[in-house]
């Protein structure tokens, strides 16, 4: 559903065609809602067969046909309706916070490996959001009210990531002064627990990642 919303709130902001609205989505409210080509196609056709855009085919110079697509007065109806419903909060349902909460049954040489990964991405996203409020403030362009909330995502998402880089060093430095117990997987004498659970970056587990150095 809420995809659904953000084509049409990209569309209330400029008339676009998929592959453009692809770009911007990469550009600007990634952070908010990440999608594929094929999704923002589907979910064109859905919107136009609900009447909430139009299509208009435009020429090409050398390439095929593309469709510029415009919200309707239909559209802009439930845009508007959605943008004032109630916020409430939403399901949350995060793939690398449930690996760590189940943590303790990965190897200890696992666990800070792919904790230190994931504070330096999310380090590196933060850097990267700040510099993209950065450029947006040095041109800010002519939809000022826009750009105003816009920012504010941004800049929430920004707060989320910082808090998150605080707790992951926290808990890296609590683990780096720890001793190192009989049995522990840190220990010469270590033996592997039978899978680990983390998960990389890129979405590989770590099992999987051995199972391919095998």
């Keep these: 559903m809420s995809l659904k919303f953000a084509l049409l709130g ?19 409210i990634y952070f908010v809602w990440n999608v594929t080509g094929p999704q923002i196609y589907n979910t064109l056709r859905t919107l136009r067969e609900e009447g909430l855009v139009s299509s208009e085919s435009v020429a090409q110079q050398g390439k095929p046909d ?3 697509h415009s919200i309707t007065p239909k559209g802009m109806q439930a845009l508007q309706e959605f943008a004032n419903e109630p916020v409430r909060a939403s399901v949350t349902r995060d793939d690398v916070l449930l690996r760590i909460f189940f943590g303790n049954f990965a190897d200890d040489d ?10 330096d991405r999310i380090r590196n ?8 409020e950065a450029r947006i403030r040095a041109h800010p362009g002519e939809r000022h009210k826009a750009r ?10 920004v707060a989320q990531y910082r808090a998150m880089e605080q ?9 780096d002064a720890k001793p190192v117990s009989p049995g522990s997987s840190r220990g010469a004498t270590a033996r592997p627990r039978r899978a680990a659970v983390l998960v990389y970056p890129s979405g590989e587990t770590a099992a999987a990642r051995r199972k391919g150095r095998g």
């Excluded at 696992?110 to 504070?119: D, F, I, N, T």
């Excluded at 105003?148 to 998402?157: A, D, P, T, V, Y």
């Excluded at 707790?167 to 609590?174: D, K, N, S, T, Y």
């Design 10 to 28: 990209l569309i209330a902001l400029k008339p676009a065609s998929g592959y453009d609205i692809k770009r911007i989505i990469d550009r600007s």
């Design 66 to 68: 593309k469709q510029i």
């Design 110 to 119: 696992v666990v800070v490996r792919e904790l230190g990964a994931y504070l």
């Design 125 to 132: 996203e933060r850097a990267f959001m700040e510099a993209t």
């Design 148 to 157: 105003e909330f816009q920012l504010l995502s941004l800049r929430l998402k």
């Design 167 to 175: 707790e992951l060093a926290r808990f890296l430095a609590a683990r």
